[in-house]
């Protein structure tokens, strides 16, 4: 199975911060990954897909890029709406899996 | 609106089945593969399993392999988990999710409110 290990778990930031998260892959995945949010109790929302690709919607200041093993996702300008927990996962191979998340909260 | 409404889950024996079922409205369900996906209070997500849009491929997590059947009904557009033989450790809140694809496992870009499994004696 592929891991994929997210850093930070939590992470602290003011209103304005850019805030950025990354995502490793215990193997080389191309550019087969996704960046989700999930709000408290809410169901996850796909923000990145391809690991940069811009969901219809999404604010432009989330991005993400990476390919290979090393992913990142960024939050240019952290809002109040933005605290949630991030995750991304990987769809190269089965099983699909998932990082452990960060959660994201304003100081 | 594309909309998925999970329903079924519930306090359940150990050992015992359960069948959960997700309705799908608001896209042409016959398009997209779907998926099961769970997630333990206060935990991470857990890809449960998947099917292609025509039920000829399906994919499960060796936790759940050979105890939960996935499986979906294009003519009333539902998706289907059944789980049997349940442990304590398939307690979760389970999701079904809509991929962007047909055929292949890649993207889960709707997902439904999730309903609540309890298993426990």
């Known amino acids: 199975d592929i891991q994929m290990t997210q850093s930070p778990s939590s992470l602290s930031a003011s209103v304005g911060d850019r805030v950025t998260i990354t995502c490793q892959a215990s193997?080389?995945?191309?550019?087969?990954l996704n960046w989700y949010q999930q709000k408290p109790g809410k169901a996850p929302k796909l923000l990145i897909y391809?690991?940069?690709n811009l969901e219809t919607g999404v604010p432009s200041r989330f991005s993400g890029s990476g390919s290979g093993t090393d992913f990142i996702f960024t939050i240019s300008s952290l809002q109040p709406e933005d605290t949630a927990t991030y995750y991304c996962?990987?769809?190269?191979?089965?099983?699909?899996?998932f990082g452990g998340g960060t959660k994201v909260e304003i100081k | 609106e594309v909309q998925l409404v999970e329903s079924g889950g519930g306090l359940v024996q150990p050992g015992r089945s359960l069948r959960l079922s997700c309705a799908a409205s608001g896209f042409t369900f016959d398009d997209y593969a779907m998926h099961w996906v769970r997630q333990t209070p206060g935990k991470g997500l857990e890809w449960v399993s998947s099917?292609?849009?025509?039920?000829?491929?399906?994919a499960y997590a060796d936790s759940v392999k050979g105890r939960f059947a996935i499986s979906r009904d294009n003519v009333i557009n539902s998706l289907y988990l059944q789980m049997s033989s349940l442990r304590a450790e398939d307690t979760a809140f389970y999701y079904c999710?809509?991929?962007?694809?047909?055929?292949?496992?890649?993207?889960?870009?709707?997902w439904g409110r999730g309903t609540t499994v309890t298993v426990s004696s």
């Open positions: 996962q990987q769809y190269d191979n089965l099983p699909l899996t």
């Open positions: 391809d690991a940069s």
């Open positions: 099917i292609s849009w025509n039920s000829g491929r399906t």
């Open positions: 999710a809509k991929d962007r694809r047909a055929e292949n496992y890649c993207y889960m870009d709707v």
């Open positions: 193997q080389d995945i191309n550019n087969c």
